[in-house]
């Protein structure tokens, strides 16, 4: 009667998912995710780093938009126009 045991060890390490949320990743490496947590995917996102104010001016470009009229004047300080 003839046993044969073997046992194998590797120092290879075990791999982490690149793209997941809580984890350092590389933004194009990853479009499917929302880094800045407005929305608006990375791979869409015109400043995934960048919240998205939503005002309902343009908020699929993922871009902030502080100045919606304009006037040179950010608009949280602008008066309602009368």
Request: one cysteine or more; hydrophobic letters at 25%.
């Given at each position: 009667?003839?046993?044969y045991f073997g046992v194998a060890f590797?120092?290879?390490p075990m791999t982490q998912p690149t793209c997941a949320e809580g984890r350092a990743?590389?933004?194009a490496?990853?479009?499917d995710l929302d880094r800045d947590g407005d929305g608006v995917k990375n791979g869409a996102?015109?400043?995934p780093l960048l919240p998205e104010d939503k005002d309902a001016f343009q908020d699929e470009d993922g871009v902030?938009?502080?100045d919606n009229d304009g006037d040179g004047?950010?608009?949280t300080?602008?008066?309602a126009p009368r």
């Open positions: 009667m003839r046993a590797a120092n290879t990743y590389e933004l490496e990853c479009p996102d015109g400043a902030p938009d502080p004047t950010i608009d300080s602008t008066s």
